[in-house]
């Protein structure tokens, strides 16, 4: 059983360098660092932030590429204590301007055509990572009196993510159940020191930011991936010896589709792991076949405590609908709406308890309160996840759905509410409906506007990123609600009903 250690974030990247100095840690398109090297470049990044006056619980925004400066940031604001708040780099102004706001940061970095936006937004300094990392690297370390670092329940990141309201919330991630949770996972997955990771992910979602962790557990080299060409995927694959490459469903197709097209030998990879919304049976048997061998793990989680539960690797081909075990050193329970245990096999609120679940929402009490709660027989915090599922007599969880109006599509948690806000930004738009993608229906916005549906979506790609922008807009001249004046929707998804699939 993993039990809580007191870790701080960057005792991964010390451990393994002291264990495995040489070993390659971090590769991307420009090269690659060894694990002293990527230790050393925290450090020095750590140096300059407290020469900023950056000083523990200082927020640094940070909106980059996954590149491996992000990665020694991200260990080297761990080390100072200071608070790590990556952005995606498809993040527009629309949501930018709320999180500057709401994790009201002492500096941001930035690079290139995303600096003077940022500029234009944020009251503290922005840096070109142009100009800073050559700062970085000659830094005299050791010019700055060394702080006192953080505590294990401090925060080390600020994950912003989408919820149940128009603007992106952020998830409190403090050094302890962050650890734990990775410990936890590499208990289950086993990354090995020969394995390559190949993420295609940004660091901005956990998904990614945990390949990092992981990865240094492992003692394996991390491969960034995130700006290869779709088309190379496969090559670029083998020419790293990739060994797990973790996926969401889209990934998984382009693979597969990839794989189905080549006639070469596919890359060495030995473990798909997905998460994001269930992978098809189709999918699953096409990436075994196409790589023989490899184990297809199943994985379900929240970024409010990470990981919930994993299929054991050697047991990837059993249960297929269900989504695993609980992680280890934790407990999932299936609760009614009067939080009573329900029977094995019965559907009810997945409630997750353990010493991986966050502390709450940042600077958002109110809905903190609502999600997580102290466990008194434990004495653990306890995240009501909104998802329902079912738990069998074995322990494995089985997932059902969820309760309000959260959705995945391309892997990305999203919310019809924030598209609904985007829309209602753009000049001209009254009112606006999302119908969330649905089988055989893509995600679909509807608006009350005198403007064409091409110009809608146009703007509303200038607000949101890609994921998130509806494929088909409809202009109604009214909305249909219900008696209780909210969004008719079973009666606008009868409107597409006639209409091609």
Same mark, same amino acid.
């Given at each position: 059983?993993?039990?809580? *250690?007191?870790?701080?974030?960057?005792?991964?990247?010390?451990?393994?360098?002291?264990?495995?100095?040489?070993?390659?840690?971090?590769?991307?398109?420009?090269?690659?660092?060894?694990?002293?090297?990527?230790?050393?470049?925290?450090?020095?990044?750590?140096?300059?932030?407290?020469?900023?006056?950056?000083?523990?619980?200082?927020?640094?925004?940070?909106?980059?590429?996954?590149?491996?400066?992000?990665?020694?940031?991200?260990?080297?604001?761990?080390?100072?204590?200071?608070?790590?708040?990556?952005?995606?780099?498809?993040?527009?102004?629309?949501?930018?301007?709320?999180?500057?706001?709401?994790?009201?940061?002492?500096?941001?970095?930035?690079?290139?055509?995303?600096?003077? @936006?940022?500029?234009?937004?944020?009251?503290?300094?922005?840096?070109?990572?142009?100009?800073?990392?050559?700062?970085?690297?000659?830094?005299?370390?050791?010019?700055?009196?060394?702080?006192?670092?953080?505590?294990?329940?401090?925060?080390?990141?600020?994950?912003?993510?989408?919820?149940?309201?128009?603007?992106?919330?952020?998830?409190?991630?403090?050094?302890?159940?962050?650890?734990?949770?990775?410990?936890?996972?590499?208990?289950?997955?086993?990354?090995?020191?020969?394995?390559?990771?190949?993420?295609?992910?940004?660091?901005?979602?956990?998904?990614?930011?945990?390949?990092?962790?992981?990865?240094?557990?492992?003692?394996?080299?991390?491969?960034?991936?995130?700006?290869?060409?779709?088309?190379?995927?496969?090559?670029?694959?083998?020419?790293?010896?990739?060994?797990?490459?973790?996926?969401?469903?889209?990934?998984?197709?382009?693979?597969?589709?990839?794989?189905?097209?080549?006639?070469?030998?596919?890359?060495?990879?030995?473990?798909?792991?997905?998460?994001?919304?269930?992978?098809?049976?189709?999918?699953?048997?096409?990436?075994?076949?196409?790589?023989?061998?490899?184990?297809?793990?199943? *994985?379900?989680?929240?970024?409010?405590?990470?990981?919930?539960?994993?299929? @054991?690797?050697?047991?990837?081909?059993?249960?297929?609908?269900?989504?695993?075990?609980?992680?280890?050193?934790?407990?999932?329970?299936?609760?009614?709406?009067?939080?009573?245990?329900?029977?094995?096999?019965?559907?009810?609120?997945?409630?997750?308890?353990?010493?991986?679940?966050?502390?709450?929402?940042?600077?958002?009490?109110?809905?903190?309160?609502?999600?997580?709660?102290?466990?008194?027989?434990?004495?653990?915090?306890?995240?009501?996840?909104?998802?329902?599922?079912?738990?069998?007599?074995?322990?494995?969880?089985?997932?059902?759905?969820?309760?309000?109006?959260?959705?995945?599509?391309?892997?990305?948690?999203?919310?019809?509410?924030?598209?609904?806000?985007?829309?209602?930004?753009?000049?001209?738009v009254r009112t606006a409906a999302v119908l969330p993608p649905d089988?055989?229906?893509?995600?679909?916005?509807?608006?009350?506007?005198?403007?064409?549906?091409?110009?809608?979506?146009?703007?509303?790609?200038?607000?949101?990123? *890609?994921?998130?922008?509806?494929?088909?807009?409809?202009?109604?001249?009214?909305?249909?609600?219900?008696?209780?004046?909210?969004?008719?929707? *079973?009666?606008?998804?009868?409107?597409?009903?006639?209409?091609?699939?």
């Amino acid at each position: 059983m993993i039990r809580p *250690q007191n870790n701080r974030v960057s005792d991964i990247v010390d451990e393994a360098a002291r264990d495995a100095a040489q070993a390659r840690a971090v590769t991307d398109a420009d090269g690659s660092w060894t694990y002293r090297v990527l230790a050393e470049r925290s450090a020095d990044f750590a140096e300059w932030l407290a020469g900023q006056g950056v000083s523990r619980g200082d927020r640094v925004v940070v909106q980059l590429r996954s590149r491996r400066e992000l990665v020694a940031m991200f260990y080297g604001c761990a080390r100072l204590g200071a608070i790590f708040v990556p952005l995606n780099p498809a993040m527009k102004e629309f949501h930018l301007s709320s999180v500057l706001i709401n994790a009201e940061p002492v500096l941001v970095i930035a690079e290139g055509a995303g600096v003077e @936006p940022l500029r234009g937004l944020a009251a503290v300094p922005v840096h070109d990572l142009a100009e800073l990392w050559p700062e970085v690297i000659g830094v005299a370390r050791g010019a700055t009196a060394a702080p006192a670092g953080p505590e294990p329940g401090d925060i080390a990141v600020l994950v912003y993510t989408s919820g149940s309201t128009s603007a992106p919330k952020a998830v409190i991630c403090p050094h302890a159940q962050m650890t734990f949770a990775a410990r936890a996972i590499d208990t289950v997955l086993r990354y090995r020191a020969d394995d390559v990771v190949f993420c295609r992910f940004p660091l901005s979602w956990d998904y990614g930011l945990y390949k990092v962790l992981l990865s240094g557990l492992g003692r394996s080299e991390l491969v960034l991936a995130g700006e290869e060409s779709d088309l190379q995927l496969l090559r670029r694959m083998r020419e790293v010896g990739a060994t797990v490459v973790p996926i969401v469903p889209s990934l998984a197709a382009m693979i597969v589709t990839l794989a189905q097209r080549e006639s070469a030998a596919p890359p060495p990879v030995r473990m798909f792991t997905n998460t994001g919304a269930a992978l098809p049976v189709a999918t699953i048997s096409a990436l075994r076949q196409a790589f023989p061998g490899a184990r297809v793990v199943r *994985q379900f989680g929240q970024t409010e405590c990470k990981r919930i539960s994993i299929m @054991p690797p050697d047991q990837d081909d059993t249960r297929p609908s269900s989504v695993g075990l609980p992680l280890p050193g934790t407990e999932v329970r299936i609760l009614d709406h009067d939080d009573n245990p329900v029977p094995s096999g019965e559907v009810g609120e997945i409630v997750v308890v353990g010493p991986h679940v966050m502390p709450g929402y940042w600077r958002a009490p109110d809905l903190s309160a609502a999600t997580f709660e102290r466990d008194e027989p434990t004495g653990y915090l306890r995240l009501r996840t909104g998802d329902y599922g079912s738990l069998d007599d074995e322990g494995y969880l089985y997932f059902e759905g969820r309760r309000d109006d959260m959705f995945k599509r391309k892997g990305i948690r999203m919310s019809t509410l924030e598209i609904e806000s985007a829309a209602l930004d753009i000049p001209g738009v009254r009112t606006a409906a999302v119908l969330p993608p649905d089988d055989g229906r893509d995600l679909t916005i509807f608006v009350e506007s005198d403007l064409e549906p091409h110009v809608v979506l146009k703007e509303l790609a200038r607000r949101l990123e *890609q994921a998130k922008v509806p494929a088909v807009c409809r202009i109604v001249a009214e909305l249909p609600l219900t008696l209780h004046g909210k969004h008719a929707r *079973q009666a606008l998804a009868a409107m597409l009903s006639g209409e091609p699939r």
